[in-house]
């Protein structure tokens, strides 16, 4: 049937309005000039050199790296069983469960940063980046949850009964027939959670020390003192590289389904 | 998604994670760190003029924690003992309520061989020596020349009608945010340093909301107001003139007819540090003739060591001279701090009108 | 099988409990004590709902959050109906595009919005060419730059819940409306709305909580001045020493975000029987 050409000039309406802001960023960060005006005046790369000069960017991107892919891993680690045992056994409380590792993405990030600081002060010294990898990996459980929930879901029962049947355990059975099934799933849940970690900033504003600083929160201290256009070159990668993951992801895994 | 792309996936990120975990458990402290909080404005010279030659000389790492006054007070009194912070500068308010609140602890000044090199004011700005000024700062006006045709003198210009809407002044929650109350009491005609007087500087902010694009909390904010020219006149203070100067926009520096406030900056040791001799070496080594000098020749601080000498291009730049800081009005920080939460509350819920 | 249940399950709920359920507990005792004797006391919360500014700012971070979800709903709709018709493949591609927002860095993202909206910015560089205005407006710091900014955030959950609600609706349900005679917008709002129903209420409640508890746009659009919830808690805590203050800002934003959820759980209509 045909659909009115009224609604594709809407979706072009809102492709506009959701990607026209990132190309303005990617003309910006070519600027000659070092206030930020649009259209930009002149052609220069510093502003790109500038990202590598600056110790505070380089070393919060490991940081915030770093924080992604262990928080991650960790909420992969502990909730892969949990979404297991949800789609494989009838318990009590398995609703309760559903619902406790769905709260972190209800309760709001700058509530879950403070109520950590203040948590973690009341036992004395500890290592700032556990309290970041701590709080990242509690806000990441929806997602690793759910994901994995959904991919299990979509197994069809018959291959797992079959291993069963042949005599293999649960652990094995798991381990050879039911995780390679859920690769695809699990991956989409990793690449999910890494850019969300990668990309917090309301629980890691609490959570940052002398040296602990994600790539996010330094981006925001450096437009508190400079409004040149270091921030948008540094913008214009750190976009490309979400477009990049997120073209990949979705084409091999369906990632806008998770979401 | 076929299964040999996925095991290499997986295999990648297994080989991205092992290392990193490797990295995080063999990072032993070999030379010794000081942890340095401030406030990590013009952090590339202060790293030329102050780390690095401080850490060749004591064979130390300094790990700076920077950001507001308001923030890296809060930070401290929130992690209290378990703060990794040695060292920390803050503008003369945050240093005094840092006080109070019993999170510095005093300073042997009989070990520091520069502290006699210091101006009066800068030997002992809390009391107790819980701290030491290492720079003076100064809260003057600044406005576009180019924009306002009739010239700013004085602190009741920022209520002119041909600003409103072009103005910016600092927050309340800020070093100087108690400043725009005691100098619109000046301009309203009373005593600045007089408490009771106070009463005649508040009961202008009403009309000073009206004037304000916004507020800014640090000076760095004030600059991206300038350059993208959302701001015409302000208050500032000194040690962003340097950066106002490098905006690119046409700016009028002006001593107002009212006068100036003058502010030290603090640097204080935190109290229950391991790192005491470090600590003191650090403050011994940052009000040296030889660093404040530095300091002053790139416009980072104005110097509170007497035997500084800079030449007049750059002086004119400064808080500096016998002359000049004899003329500044020094806030009773003691008595505001009492009055700070009073004056938040009010400030917020005229600025919200 | 308990057993199994529990190895399974245990170890993820202990870390939730420690790092997740106990801080939160922990920080709503906090927002009930007297920070000075340690005593219970209602002081914090009759403070919060007595200050002028508080209600403030609570009754703007609701009302700028209803009206961009209205904007969500409004733009989202039609859109998500093309791309609920597409073809898989292309619709793969597409749907990839309108979730990069969601993917990005939220301080680039927002940062497009400064230099679209500064004075030295796109619009007000064009107007000024155009000779529409004198001299440049201030954009943000304004209610309209944060709902802009949060719009562009939450477009792509709106789509995203849109569109897997459409799917599922038969292509002849709706050709079958067209026969009867209804026109192409009687049969978008009588056939192709209830039945995405589900997805409309999933997606406004998405759009609501997410615009209620965002952070980064409120704070780079919204400046000192146009305080939202979020920003009013970082500012209690971290600029006003006003730990108790922060700690009630931040339960009544939870109440708030929990107390949507839960309503709109209530309220909903018995999903249909392919959901």
């Known amino acids: 049937m045909k659909i009115s050409r009224w609604y594709y000039v809407s979706l072009g309406i809102v492709y506009f309005f959701l990607l026209g802001p990132f190309l303005i960023i990617f003309a910006a960060s070519f600027g000659a000039e070092s206030t930020l005006s649009f259209p930009p005046r002149g052609f220069s790369l510093d502003w790109f050199a500038n990202i590598f000069a600056n110790d505070n960017f380089i070393r919060s991107f490991w940081t915030s790296l770093q924080l992604g892919l262990l928080s991650t891993f960790l909420s992969l680690l502990f909730g892969v069983p949990v979404a297991y045992a949800l789609t494989h056994f009838d318990f009590k409380g398995a609703g309760l469960v559903e619902t406790l590792f769905s709260l972190p993405i209800l309760v709001p990030g700058l509530v879950i940063g403070l109520a950590m600081l203040n948590f973690f002060v009341l036992f004395g010294k500890f290592d700032m980046m556990m309290g970041l990898?701590?709080?990242?990996?509690?806000?990441?459980?929806?997602?690793?949850?759910?994901?994995?929930?959904?991919?299990?879901?979509?197994?069809?029962?018959?291959?797992e009964e079959a291993a069963v049947n042949l005599g293999a355990n649960r652990l094995r059975t798991f381990l050879l027939i039911v995780l390679p099934n859920i690769r695809a799933g699990i991956a989409a849940a990793f690449i999910l959670g890494f850019i969300t970690s990668f990309n917090n900033v309301p629980v890691s504003v609490y959570l940052s020390a002398p040296g602990v600083n994600t790539l996010p929160i330094a981006m925001l201290s450096y437009m508190e003192y400079y409004f040149d256009p270091t921030i948008a070159a540094l913008s214009t990668l750190l976009i490309l590289f979400s477009l990049l993951l997120v073209q990949a992801a979705e084409r091999v895994l369906g990632l806008s389904q998770f979401v | 998604m076929n299964v040999k792309r996925s095991t290499s996936l997986l295999t990648l990120v297994m080989l991205l994670i092992i290392p990193l975990i490797s990295v995080q458990l063999s990072a032993q402290e070999e030379t010794r760190t000081l942890v340095v909080s401030t406030f990590g404005f013009n952090q590339d010279l202060i790293d030329k003029n102050i780390t690095e030659p401080f850490e060749e000389m004591y064979n130390v790492d300094i790990i700076y924690e920077s950001g507001n006054n308001s923030e890296r007070l809060a930070r401290l009194e929130a992690m209290g003992e378990n703060t990794e912070v040695d060292v920390i500068h803050f503008a003369g308010a945050y240093a005094t309520r840092a006080k109070v609140l019993g999170l510095l602890q005093e300073i042997d000044v009989d070990a520091l061989e520069n502290y006699d090199e210091l101006y009066e004011f800068a030997q002992d700005p809390l009391g107790d020596h819980m701290g030491i000024g290492h720079?003076?700062?100064?809260h003057a006006l600044v406005y576009r020349s180019d924009l306002i045709e009739e010239p700013i003198t004085s602190w009741a210009d920022l209520l002119r009608e041909d600003v409103a809407g072009f103005v910016s002044v600092p927050e309340m929650s800020t070093t100087f945010g108690p400043a725009n109350i005691i100098m619109l009491t000046a301009a309203a005609g009373g005593d600045p340093l007089d408490p009771e007087d106070w009463e005649m500087g508040w009961e202008l902010v009403p009309d000073l909301a009206d004037q304000l694009v916004t507020t800014y909390t640090r000076s760095s904010e004030l600059i991206a107001l300038y350059q993208q020219e959302e701001v015409w006149f302000s208050p500032y203070s000194s040690f962003a003139r340097g950066n106002l100067m490098e905006t690119g926009v046409e700016l009028e520096f002006v001593i107002p007819e009212e006068g100036v406030v003058g502010d030290p900056i603090v640097v204080s040791i935190v109290n229950g540090t391991e790192n005491e001799d470090l600590a003191?070496?650090?403050?011994?080594?940052?009000?040296?003739?030889?660093?404040?000098?530095?300091?002053?020749?790139?416009?980072?601080?104005?110097?509170?060591n007497m035997n500084v000498e800079v030449p007049e291009d750059i002086a004119q730049l400064l808080t500096y001279g016998e002359e000049t800081i004899d003329s500044l009005i020094f806030m009773d920080q003691e008595a505001l701090n009492e009055l700070l939460d009073e004056w938040l509350e009010r400030w917020n819920e005229i600025m919200l009108q | 099988m308990r057993r199994t249940v529990s190895i399974l399950v245990l170890p993820a709920l202990l870390f939730i409990f420690i790092f997740f359920v106990l801080p939160i507990l922990f920080l709503l005792a906090q927002s009930f004590l007297d920070p000075e004797t340690g005593q219970l006391t209602l002081t914090g919360y009759i403070d919060f709902f007595q200050k002028e500014t508080s209600q403030i700012i609570y009754v703007r971070t609701l009302r700028l959050g209803l009206t961009i979800t209205l904007i969500n709903i409004v733009l989202a709709y039609p859109a998500s109906y093309v791309l609920a018709r597409m073809p898989a493949r292309r619709r793969t591609m597409a749907m990839s595009l309108v979730i990069l927002p969601l993917m990005t860095n939220p301080v680039a993202r927002t940062y497009a919005w400064l230099i679209i909206l500064g004075r030295t910015g796109l619009i007000n560089n064009t107007l000024l060419g155009l000779g529409l205005i004198e001299r440049p407006e201030r954009l943000i710091y304004t209610e309209g730059a944060i709902i802009l900014g949060l719009t562009q955030l939450f477009l792509p959950l709106m789509i995203l819940s849109l569109v897997s609600a459409m799917e599922n609706i038969p292509k002849d349900v709706e050709q079958a409306a067209r026969s009867l005679g209804a026109n192409g917008i009687t049969a978008f709002l009588r056939v192709i709305v209830p039945l995405s129903a589900d997805g409309l209420v999933l997606g406004a409640t998405l759009v609501f909580t997410g615009s209620i508890t965002a952070y980064v746009t409120p704070v780079i659009l919204g400046g000192n001045r146009m305080l939202m919830l979020s920003t009013l808690l970082r500012q209690r805590s971290m600029m006003a020493f006003?730990?108790?203050?922060?700690?009630?800002?931040?339960?009544?934003?939870?109440?708030?975000?929990?107390?949507?959820?839960?309503?709109?759980?209530?309220?909903?209509?018995?999903?249909?029987?392919q959901r």
């Open chain 2, 135 to 138: 720079a003076i700062n100064s």
């Open chain 3, 242 to 273: 006003d730990e108790q203050g922060a700690t009630v800002v931040a339960v009544v934003m939870i109440v708030t975000a929990l107390a949507v959820n839960l309503i709109v759980r209530m309220l909903r209509p018995k999903p249909t029987a």
């Open chain 2, 280 to 304: 003191l070496a650090y403050i011994d080594f940052i009000i040296s003739e030889e660093v404040q000098e530095a300091e002053a020749l790139d416009l980072v601080d104005s110097p509170t």
């Open chain 1, 133 to 159: 990898m701590a709080g990242h990996t509690a806000i990441l459980f929806p997602y690793s949850v759910r994901v994995v929930s959904v991919a299990l879901r979509n197994l069809d029962p018959a291959v």
